[in-house]
C-alpha cells in the first residue's frame, strides 16, 4: 500500500490562500521529494497529507479512500519531524516502543518489531541507552524507528536533516536510502536542499509560492526544466542566466547555462572575462568571471589553474544552451 493523491487540494488561513489548488499522485513505493525555497508551501503540503492541518478544499485519497476528514492517527502514516521530539527520560527502547504501547499493543509484538527496527538502523547496541548519550545522527535514527515500527503505508519527512552538521547530512541522506531499499515503502520528504532532493529522489515536486512549479524525475529536472524558477533551482553551483541576445539565443528573452557546461580557455572563446574569484576545492575548480554579459560562474577540473585577475575566455557548449522567452517559460 502507500498510494497518495491529492485532487484540487488547496488551503488557506484566513483570506490567504498558502496552497494554490493543485493535483499531485504518489504511488506505491516511490520515493518522493516536495522541493523550494524557505514559505513555499512544501512543510504545509506534508501535513495536509497527514492530517496535522485541514484541508480548504479538494480531496485526499490514500490507498483509494476518501482520507481527506480522517484523524492523523487514522490515515496509516507516520511522520518524522525535523526535531527527534524524544523523551529524555526513556530508552532507545522505550522510546522507540512507544506508540505501540499507547495503541495497546502486545508486549510480544512491541518487542519484536522494536528489535527488528533497531536491527534495521543499526541501534541494536543502543537500546538501553537515553538520548542524551547518543549522537544527532543517532536520535534521529530513533525518531524513525519510532515512525518504522508502527509499519505505516507511508513515512512522511519533514525537513528531517537540518538540524545535523554536513557530514552527518550526508551520512543521514545515505541511510535514508538505504532504508527506503529495504522497507520498499513510499516515502515523501521535505527539503530546501536541492541536492537532498537529486540524490534521494525517484520524483521531485518543486514548489514556490504554493504552487507545483514542476514534477519529474531528478535528471528531467536537470536536463528539461519548465521554467526559469525550476532551471535555477535545481543544479549546484546554480544554473547562469544572460539577458539579452548574445550570440546562440535564436530569438530567445534570455539563455541558461549551467557552470559545468561552459568551457575555459586562456586562448580563445565566444566571451571573453577577467576571474574575479577561483575556488579551489579539489576534484573542482569554481570560477567567477565577470564578462560582457555579467558575472558568469564556471566548474572547471580541479587541475585547471586560474586566479583572481586572469583573463579568461568562455565557451557555452551549443546544446547545452536552455532558452527562455520573456515570462520565464522554456522555449523548445
Not at 541576445?245 to 580563445?268: C, F, Q
Not at 566571451?271 to 565577470?290: I, K, N, P, R
Request: charged share 20%.
Amino acid at each position: 500500500m502507500g498510494q497518495i493523491e491529492l485532487k484540487s487540494v488547496t488551503k488557506s488561513f484566513g483570506t490567504t490562500q498558502v496552497i494554490h489548488p493543485l493535483d499531485l499522485a504518489i504511488n506505491k513505493g516511490e520515493f518522493v521529494v516536495f522541493v523550494g525555497p524557505s514559505g513555499c508551501g512544501k512543510s504545509t503540503l506534508l501535513r495536509l497529507i497527514a492530517g496535522l492541518e485541514d484541508i480548504s478544499s479538494g480531496n485526499i485519497q490514500i490507498d483509494g479512500k476518501d482520507a481527506s476528514n480522517l484523524a492523523p492517527a487514522k490515515r496509516g502514516l507516520a511522520m518524522v519531524f525535523q526535531s527527534y521530539a524524544l523523551y529524555p527520560h526513556m530508552s532507545v527502547r522505550k522510546n522507540i516502543a512507544f506508540p505501540l504501547k499507547m495503541a495497546g499493543m502486545a508486549q510480544s509484538e512491541i518487542t519484536k518489531r522494536v528489535e527488528g527496527a533497531a536491527e534495521t538502523l543499526n541501534l541494536t547496541a543502543y537500546l538501553d541507552r537515553r538520548p542524551g548519550q547518543l549522537s544527532g545522527g543517532q536520535r534521529q535514527r530513533v525518531a524513525i524507528g519510532r515512525a518504522i515500527v508502527r509499519e505505516p503505508s507511508a513515512f512522511l519527512f519533514d525537513e528531517p536533516l537540518s538540524n545535523l552538521d554536513a557530514a552527518l547530512r550526508v551520512n543521514m541522506r545515505l541511510e535514508i536510502a538505504e532504508l527506503h531499499q529495504k522497507l520498499k515503502t513510499t516515502m515523501i520528504y521535505v527539503t530546501h536542499d536541492q541536492v537532498e532532493a537529486m540524490t534521494l529522489a525517484d520524483k521531485i515536486v518543486v514548489m514556490q509560492a504554493g504552487r507545483i512549479e514542476q514534477i519529474g524525475t531528478p535528471l528531467e529536472l536537470y536536463h528539461k526544466p519548465k521554467n526559469r524558477f525550476v532551471a535555477g533551482f535545481i543544479g549546484s553551483p546554480k544554473m547562469n542566466f544572460i539577458e539579452g541576445a548574445p550570440a546562440s539565443t535564436k530569438g530567445a528573452h534570455a539563455i541558461g547555462i549551467r557552470p559545468e557546461h561552459i568551457t575555459v580557455s586562456n586562448d580563445e572563446g565566444l566571451w571573453s572575462g577577467t576571474v574575479t574569484l577561483a575556488e579551489h576545492m579539489g576534484s573542482d575548480t569554481y570560477l567567477h568571471v565577470q564578462t560582457e554579459h555579467g558575472l558568469v560562474n564556471v566548474r572547471v577540473d580541479g587541475a585547471f589553474t586560474s586566479h583572481s585577475g586572469d583573463h579568461v575566455f568562455l565557451s557555452p557548449q551549443e546544446h547545452q544552451i536552455h532558452r527562455f522567452d520573456s515570462e520565464g517559460l522554456a522555449l523548445s
